[in-house]
């Protein structure tokens, strides 16, 4: 594991997961005016950065662990 691994897809995909919760929630407020929705989106989007940084976390310690000198 000498080589740096990129994080960029899961980023991306991360950040456009959080983008579509948030069109969602606009677009429902918009289309209804009702925000029923509101709160299940943000927990979405807290669970999304949530395993997000919790798979980057679990990396990081399996890397310290493994003893890998570019951690």
């Given at each position: 594991?000498?080589?740096?691994?990129?994080?960029?897809?899961?980023?991306?995909?991360?950040?456009?997961?959080?983008?579509?919760a948030?069109?969602?929630?606009?677009?429902?407020?918009?289309?209804?005016?009702?925000?029923?929705?509101?709160?299940?989106?943000?927990?979405?989007?807290?669970?999304?950065?949530?395993?997000?940084?919790?798979?980057?976390?679990?990396?990081?310690?399996?890397?310290?662990?493994?003893?890998?000198?570019?951690?």
């Amino acid at each position: 594991m000498s080589e740096k691994a990129s994080r960029g897809f899961s980023k991306k995909m991360a950040v456009a997961n959080c983008l579509a919760a948030w069109a969602v929630i606009a677009f429902v407020v918009w289309r209804t005016g009702s925000d029923e929705i509101v709160r299940g989106c943000l927990a979405l989007i807290g669970f999304i950065l949530s395993c997000y940084m919790g798979v980057g976390f679990l990396d990081y310690r399996a890397k310290l662990k493994a003893g890998d000198e570019n951690a």
